[in-house]
């Protein structure tokens, strides 16, 4: 036993020193190099493929629905005789020449390489069938048409284009889309179920009630580089499940009018691309009254009016400030004030220095032998909510200075015949501008306020035939000159528009009233 036992303690003794032995010879050795480990960084992935949603979508005929988001992605399925740009000046598209033989008569030369989507060719026999329509008077573009008395069709790619009366800057009335009349030959327009083919970048693959998929249009004429091959969009029965899609990542881009968006969507985790809306709010400042007919009366408003309250009060801050009827973006309005700032000293001081007296709690003057205070009714629609609170705004700050206002609430129908038989002294009021930088609303013959300045007159007459944009940039300019000197009405606030995108979606993304999609090609999802 004792044997055994001094057997097992030798071995151990010698595992021992050789395990010693080993551990000595690896600590001699030249330890490995260790290589650094090397991690390569993922490459983002390009999707061809872009996710809209659309909230209450009608039908994709652009002269039959109503919606304006629809009417947007119409924008390339569909194309025009002529198109607006971002800045809004027209650019043809369809038409390769627009000329103007007389003040009604208009000849248009097509483009004759251009193939509808089941490659059928374009002709004139189109744009005449798609002017008919318009003229129906049931679709969104019918006002495009309304001064069109005829059109005549010369050849397969030219046309004449006859109107009841001149048009100030008619080419912005042909930015309507063009549909096929042959694929409507043999039924009624307004009862079709078709869905209509384009000549745009984008075709219509398929269409259901839960969305449709655009590609890329084969038959195209302009073959250009894309880093997007389709299209598809998701239709919504109201904007909340629109917002709760984009949250949730199922859609990529959207547009929206709703002001408070980032109660809906929170704040981060997409960009928010806004502009400048059409809709344009201003006080109406009526010309035949004899103490507003006064240019340091209407000075003076100008000065006690602060818009920059009237904005945070009224809007929020969700709007601009807004002066002149083309500051929504177009070109021929690069000035962005009209030159008077809220000063409540200025105002007081431009009436003492007029001869106006501040008597009996009233400004007066003697005027053709009448004894003339700032005395005025301020018209206003009572179920328009946020002009009411303008009106109400106004009335304080003109009050504040001794202008004596009093509000008069009146409902559509009085407020409508107000504007018709002009019929205030002055009046908070709006419009949607138009793609046409055109100004007779506001100074033509017979506009709201009864202005009359003849320079401005003659002007607008010599703009109606100008094409020259930088002669037409000098005359426009002369326009805002003569209305910052004579303030004929005062702009107040502009409405804000936007769209939404996924941070994933790059490129230069530069929407405007017109089109949400200039620059597509150069999109990319990531």
């Given at each position: 036993m004792k044997?055994?036992?001094?057997?097992?303690?030798?071995?151990?003794?010698i595992?021992?020193l050789?395990?010693?032995?080993?551990?000595?010879?690896?600590?001699?050795?030249?330890p490995?190099?260790?290589?650094?480990?090397?991690?390569?960084?993922?490459?983002?992935?390009?999707?061809?493929?872009?996710?809209i949603?659309?909230?209450?979508?009608d039908t994709?005929?652009?002269?039959?629905?109503?919606?304006?988001?629809?009417?947007?992605?119409a924008?390339l399925?569909?194309e025009?005789?002529?198109?607006?740009?971002?800045?809004?000046r027209?650019?043809?598209?369809?038409?390769?020449?627009?000329?103007?033989?007389?003040?009604?008569?208009?000849?248009?030369?097509?483009?004759?390489n251009?193939?509808?989507?089941?490659?059928?060719?374009?002709e004139?026999?189109?744009?005449?069938?798609?002017?008919?329509?318009?003229k129906?008077?049931?679709?969104?573009y019918?006002?495009?048409?309304?001064?069109i008395?005829?059109?005549e069709?010369i050849?397969?790619?030219?046309?004449?284009?006859?109107?009841n009366?001149?048009?100030?800057?008619?080419?912005?009335n042909?930015?309507?889309p063009?549909?096929?009349h042959?694929q409507?030959?043999?039924?009624?327009f307004?009862?079709?179920?078709?869905?209509?083919?384009?000549?745009?970048e984008?075709?219509?693959?398929?269409?259901?009630?839960s969305?449709?998929?655009?590609?890329?249009?084969?038959?195209?004429?302009?073959?250009?580089?894309?880093?997007?091959?389709q299209?598809?969009?998701s239709f919504?029965?109201?904007?909340?499940?629109?917002?709760?899609?984009?949250?949730?990542?199922?859609?990529?881009?959207f547009?929206?009018?709703?002001?408070?968006?980032?109660?809906?969507?929170g704040?981060m985790?997409?960009?928010?691309k806004e502009?400048?809306?059409r809709?344009?709010?201003?006080?109406?400042?009526?010309?035949?009254?004899?103490a507003?007919?006064?240019?340091e009366?209407?000075?003076?408003?100008?000065?006690a009016?602060?818009?920059?309250?009237?904005?945070?009060?009224?809007?929020?801050?969700?709007?601009?400030?807004?002066?002149?009827?083309l500051?929504?973006?177009?070109?021929?309005?690069k000035?962005?004030?009209?030159?008077a700032?809220?000063?409540?000293?200025?105002?007081k001081?431009?009436?003492?220095?007029?001869?106006?007296?501040?008597?009996n709690?009233?400004?007066?003057?003697?005027?053709?032998?009448?004894?003339?205070?700032?005395?005025?009714?301020?018209?206003?629609?009572?179920d328009n909510?946020?002009?009411?609170?303008?009106?109400?705004?106004i009335?304080?700050?003109l009050?504040?200075?001794?202008?004596?206002?009093?509000?008069?609430?009146v409902?559509?129908?009085?407020?409508?015949?107000?504007?018709?038989?002009k019929?205030?002294?002055?009046?908070?009021?709006g419009?949607y501008?138009?793609?046409?930088?055109?100004?007779?609303?506001?100074?033509?013959?017979?506009?709201?306020e009864?202005?009359?300045?003849t320079e401005?007159?003659?002007l607008?007459?010599?703009?109606?035939n100008?094409?020259?944009?930088?002669?037409l940039?000098?005359?426009?300019?002369?326009?805002?000159?003569i209305?910052k000197?004579?303030?004929?009405w005062?702009?107040?606030?502009?409405s804000q528009?936007?769209?939404?995108?996924?941070?994933?979606?790059?490129?230069?993304?530069?929407?405007?009233?017109?089109?949400?999609?200039?620059g597509?090609?150069?999109?990319?999802?990531?």
């Amino acid at each position: 036993m004792k044997s055994w036992i001094k057997y097992g303690i030798v071995v151990v003794v010698i595992a021992i020193l050789f395990y010693t032995a080993y551990l000595v010879y690896k600590s001699k050795q030249k330890p490995e190099e260790q290589l650094p480990v090397v991690v390569e960084e993922a490459t983002p992935v390009e999707k061809k493929k872009l996710r809209i949603g659309i909230a209450g979508f009608d039908t994709i005929n652009p002269l039959v629905s109503k919606n304006k988001e629809v009417l947007q992605m119409a924008n390339l399925i569909y194309e025009p005789l002529v198109r607006v740009t971002e800045d809004y000046r027209t650019e043809l598209c369809l038409a390769k020449e627009i000329s103007r033989a007389d003040a009604m008569t208009y000849l248009v030369k097509l483009e004759n390489n251009v193939k509808w989507q089941d490659n059928t060719p374009f002709e004139a026999q189109d744009v005449q069938f798609t002017i008919d329509r318009l003229k129906e008077g049931k679709s969104i573009y019918s006002y495009n048409a309304e001064g069109i008395a005829s059109v005549e069709v010369i050849d397969k790619t030219t046309l004449k284009i006859h109107l009841n009366n001149p048009v100030s800057h008619f080419e912005y009335n042909l930015a309507f889309p063009i549909l096929s009349h042959a694929q409507y030959a043999e039924e009624d327009f307004w009862s079709s179920s078709k869905t209509p083919i384009g000549t745009g970048e984008f075709r219509i693959a398929s269409l259901e009630t839960s969305g449709m998929e655009l590609k890329r249009n084969e038959n195209y004429r302009k073959k250009e580089n894309s880093n997007l091959d389709q299209i598809n969009v998701s239709f919504f029965g109201s904007m909340g499940e629109v917002y709760n899609s984009f949250k949730m990542g199922n859609i990529d881009f959207f547009g929206t009018r709703n002001r408070e968006i980032e109660e809906y969507i929170g704040t981060m985790g997409y960009v928010k691309k806004e502009y400048k809306g059409r809709e344009f709010d201003f006080l109406a400042i009526n010309h035949e009254n004899l103490a507003l007919n006064c240019l340091e009366v209407r000075q003076a408003i100008q000065y006690a009016i602060d818009k920059n309250n009237m904005l945070s009060s009224v809007l929020n801050n969700k709007g601009y400030v807004a002066d002149f009827p083309l500051d929504y973006g177009c070109y021929l309005y690069k000035d962005g004030s009209m030159g008077a700032d809220y000063n409540t000293e200025k105002a007081k001081q431009v009436l003492v220095e007029n001869g106006w007296e501040y008597k009996n709690n009233r400004w007066q003057k003697l005027i053709d032998r009448r004894n003339v205070r700032l005395d005025f009714d301020l018209v206003v629609w009572k179920d328009n909510g946020e002009r009411l609170k303008a009106a109400e705004i106004i009335q304080e700050q003109l009050q504040a200075i001794g202008i004596k206002v009093t509000l008069r609430k009146v409902n559509n129908d009085q407020y409508n015949s107000c504007l018709q038989r002009k019929s205030y002294d002055l009046m908070v009021s709006g419009v949607y501008n138009s793609y046409s930088p055109e100004l007779d609303y506001f100074l033509g013959e017979g506009n709201i306020e009864n202005y009359i300045n003849t320079e401005v007159t003659t002007l607008l007459s010599e703009m109606q035939n100008i094409t020259d944009a930088k002669l037409l940039q000098e005359k426009m300019n002369r326009v805002v000159e003569i209305c910052k000197q004579e303030v004929p009405w005062i702009g107040l606030y502009r409405s804000q528009n936007q769209v939404i995108y996924s941070t994933s979606v790059m490129g230069n993304i530069t929407p405007n009233n017109y089109n949400y999609f200039y620059g597509i090609n150069s999109w990319v999802r990531r």
